[in-house]
């Protein structure tokens, strides 16, 4: 069992940067996947990235490629979602996912253990 608490969302300006953490307890992050996804009014939620158990491997959504980047600190038990050059349209809440399994996965219901997600507003 793993329980995950999401922080670091606010308020910030078209441009800005924030840095989204996942902090997890019970076993050691380091043998789940990770993922963000995020949810905007009125829309479904949607995968970010993607960070693999084992060999690190990365995936992205075409919408923030280049711009977030996730990454783990083992020893913290804590992944992270860098988050640069902010649109408005990343306006949404931002949940942490993480699975037991090898995976990388855009679909939802392939990462069973969810965090209560933070809120992330950008301003234009």
């Known amino acids: 069992q793993v329980q995950l608490v999401e922080s670091g969302g606010g308020l910030v300006q078209s441009g800005g940067s924030l840095r989204l953490s996942c902090a997890a307890s019970?076993?050691?992050?380091?043998?789940?996947?990770t993922a963000w996804f995020r949810q905007a009014p009125g829309k479904e939620r949607e995968f970010v990235t993607a960070?693999?158990?084992?060999?690190?491997?990365?995936r992205y959504a075409d919408s923030v490629k280049g711009r977030f980047t996730i990454s783990r600190d083992n020893a913290r038990n804590t992944v992270y979602l860098q988050m640069n050059s902010l649109k408005p349209e990343d306006t949404a809440v931002y949940y942490c996912?993480?699975?037991?399994?090898?995976?990388?996965?855009?679909?939802?219901?392939?990462?069973?253990?969810w965090g209560q997600g933070t809120q992330v507003t950008v301003s234009s």
């Open positions: 996912a993480a699975d037991s399994t090898y995976t990388l996965s855009v679909v939802r219901t392939s990462w069973y253990y």
């Open positions: 019970g076993r050691a992050f380091s043998s789940y996947s």
């Open positions: 960070l693999a158990r084992g060999d690190g491997n990365t």
